[in-house]
């Protein structure tokens, strides 16, 4: 499955973007191997980290600095995962990126290019 995030941009603190990553097959099903996805973000100069993930029974985790301003959900009939992004910070600048979570834990994930969000003071 190809996943392809798109919907970043230039933003100012306090504002908000909404990400989408478009899958080219079904995804979230509990039958199949893709049955969670995750938002990831690497900011400049660090490592990537995964800030949201979304389960095929509808789970959501979120780290920290991003609980109760980022939202993850899905539109399966679309086979695209969003992540809705408000009260933005600077420290939310960063390449984002969706992935197959399980994937990446294994550590097989081809990153392809992200999406970039920047957000000024």
């Known amino acids: 499955v190809q996943l392809q995030a798109s919907g970043g941009g230039m933003v100012q603190a306090g504002g908000s973007l909404r990400l989408s990553c478009a899958a080219s097959e079904t995804i979230l099903r509990t039958d199949i191997s893709l049955n969670a996805i995750g938002w990831f973000r690497q900011a400049p100069g660090k490592s990537r980290e995964l800030v949201a993930t979304?389960?095929?029974?509808?789970?959501?985790h979120y780290v920290d600095a991003v609980k109760g301003r980022f939202t993850i959900s899905a539109d399966l009939a679309k086979n695209t995962v969003y992540l809705q992004m408000s009260r933005l910070e600077p420290g939310d600048t960063g390449v984002y990126y969706c992935?197959?979570?399980?994937?990446?834990?294994?550590?097989?994930?081809?990153w392809g290019q992200g999406t970039q969000v920047t957000v000024s003071s």
């Open positions: 992935a197959d979570v399980q994937k990446w834990r294994r550590g097989s994930v081809e």
């Open positions: 979304l389960t095929s029974s509808g789970g959501t």
